[in-house]
């Protein structure tokens, strides 16, 4: 079956927050998605919005998305593309739905002058880590990411007064 990449518009965002509950629950996070379709629609489609989606079509039904944003290496002095999320329906996997997601990235980099693409994985998601390698992205194990969120994030934040 054909499938269709666009950009995704406010009359997704119904779709978009059903693939990312989806996303969660197959990260065994389902309890960590707290936005709504409001948030969203604010967050992706305002017009100082700072995150895109583009999401894949097979039959005239949302499948798959990607939700990415422009980052910046100072080593560089160039814009980076950063995937935030990918996925795609478990019965669409296998089809290319995936690999076209990631080349319409990957085209949308080179044309916007980046000097890299990237994203993170989970450590225990073998199949998406094979997928991505067989596609000849490289892991950056010398590199520990890092997060600050909820409590720790307000208290690192109090000290800016």
Known sequence: ???????????????LLRLIRDLARYEQAEEQVTTDEAQLAATLFSDDATAHAMVAEQGGRIVGLAIYFFNYSTWQGRNGLYLEDLFVEPQAR????????????????????????????????????????SLGAQPQAEWVRYRLDGEALKALASIAG
């Open 94 to 133: 296998g089809a290319g739905v995936g690999k076209a997601l990631l080349a319409k990235l990957a085209a949308l980099a080179v044309d916007s002058d980046c000097g890299r693409f990237e994203w993170s994985v989970l450590d225990w998601n073998t199949p998406a880590m094979e997928f991505y390698q």
């Open 1 to 15: 079956m054909t499938v269709t990449l666009r950009q995704a518009g406010r009359e997704d965002v119904g779709d």
